[in-house]
T-cell receptor, first 115, second 111 residues
Framework: GAVVSQHPSRVICKSGTSVKIECRSLDFQATTMFWYRQFPKKSLMLMAT?????????EQGVEKDKFLINHASLTLSTLTVTSAHPEDSSFYIC???????????FGSGTRLTVV | SQQGEEDPQALSIQEGENATMNCSYKTSINNLQWYRQNSGRGLVHLILIRSNEREKHSGRLRVTLDTSKKSSSLLITASRAADTASYFC???????????FGGGTRVLVKP
């Protein structure tokens, strides 16, 4: 089945630095990927939709300059949290549209802690 | 923004009992999906029900969909301690467009 690999699974960074999270589709081409953010004990909130070769579409209230999304190939999308602050600490999950029966496959998530 | 609400927000049951959780949504959908998430982990797809379907079964899972009420329910029968997790419904307005998640139900199954 369709597999999405997300890396890293955990990252701790200092305030003011940038962190890149990768989302790869391993055995299929993903023209569309999605980035979600999840706070503790809360639901997933869609941050942006990433389309290969074009600019990402951000949801209302999401700072596009802080959360840079690049989808340069059909198998890789990256989310870069720029100038991270403690309030950016969260669980970030990517998913890819597979076009199959279920429609989506999710990565295992990245726990970001900004200190 | 979140599509809808899940009810209850938290559920505590004994092993062997059934667990039922409900999901409401606001807009027309192509399909509705249920996912499980263990603490700190990614999402595991459980079941998908299309807008023209009313009920689906998968093992110990039973999902219903009432498009007139814009609601769905997930029933886990004969629960096990391993079923302890958060459960989320997600709606897909147009297949492959994007998923919108409900608030989730945290289920604790006590051995």
């Amino acid at each position: 089945g369709a597999v999405v690999s997300q890396h890293p699974s955990r990252v701790i960074c200092k305030s003011g630095t940038s962190v890149k999270i990768e989302c790869r589709s391993l055995d299929f081409q993903a023209t569309t990927m999605f980035w979600y953010r999840q706070f503790p004990k809360k639901s997933l909130m869609l941050m942006a939709t990433s389309n290969e070769g074009s600019k990402a579409t951000y949801e209302q209230g999401v700072e596009k300059d802080k959360f840079l999304i690049n989808h340069a190939s059909l198998t890789l999308s990256t989310l870069t949290v720029t100038s991270a602050h403690p309030e950016d600490s969260s669980f970030y999950i990517c998913s890819a549209s597979t076009g199959g029966y279920y429609g989506y496959t999710f990565g295992s998530g990245t726990r970001l802690t900004v200190v | 923004s979140q599509q809808g609400e899940e009810d209850p927000q938290a559920l505590s049951i004994q092993e062997g009992e059934n667990a039922t959780m409900n999901c409401s949504y606001k807009t027309s959908i192509n399909n509705l999906q249920w996912y499980r998430q263990n603490s700190g982990r990614g999402l595991v797809h459980l079941i998908l029900i299309r807008s023209n379907e009313r009920e689906k079964h998968s093992g110990r899972l039973r999902v219903t969909l009432d498009t007139s009420k814009k609601s769905s329910s997930l029933l886990i029968t004969a629960s096990r301690a391993a079923d302890t997790a958060s459960y989320f419904c997600a709606t897909d307005a147009a297949a492959g467009n994007k998923l919108t998640f409900g608030g989730g139900t945290r289920v604790l199954v006590k051995p």
